[in-house]
């Protein structure tokens, strides 16, 4: 089993930041893909940003320029520095993880449970 535990969400006002963690343990062969989804009350998960062992990043057209995602593949953690953020960022920020895993080198998506981002006006 891969378990992905999220840290960092919380209060903060408009156009304050914060920074999520998240870290990788377990079965891991390998991490391809590791990435943020956020879900607000009533809507659908949607994608924050995803980045590529090899440092290749992606975000939603919403979040550039503001969000930034980052790794460190020896300690199997990503990152995402969120800056100006605004009370429609409010949301359950998830963790996404795709790869391999041990011991017959499967291929894997696991998720973490959330952490909670909410921003006051």
């Known amino acids: 089993q891969v378990q992905l535990v999220e840290s960092g969400g919380g209060l903060v006002q408009s156009g304050g930041s914060l920074r999520l963690s998240c870290a990788a343990s377990?079965?891991?062969?390998?991490?391809?893909?590791m990435g943020w989804y956020r879900q607000a009350p009533g809507k659908q998960r949607e994608l924050v940003a995803h980045?590529?062992?090899?440092?290749?990043?992606s975000y939603a057209d919403s979040m550039k320029g503001r969000f930034t995602i980052s790794r460190d593949n020896g300690k199997n953690m990503v990152y995402l520095q969120m800056n100006s953020l605004k009370t429609e960022d409010t949301a359950v920020y998830y963790c996404?993880?795709?790869?391999?895993?041990?011991?017959?080198?499967?291929?894997?998506?696991?998720w973490g449970k959330g952490t909670l981002v909410t921003v006051s006006s």
């Open positions: 996404n993880a795709r790869g391999l895993a041990l011991p017959h080198q499967e291929s894997m998506e696991y």
């Open positions: 377990g079965r891991i062969f390998s991490i391809n893909v």
């Open positions: 980045i590529t062992r090899g440092g290749t990043s």
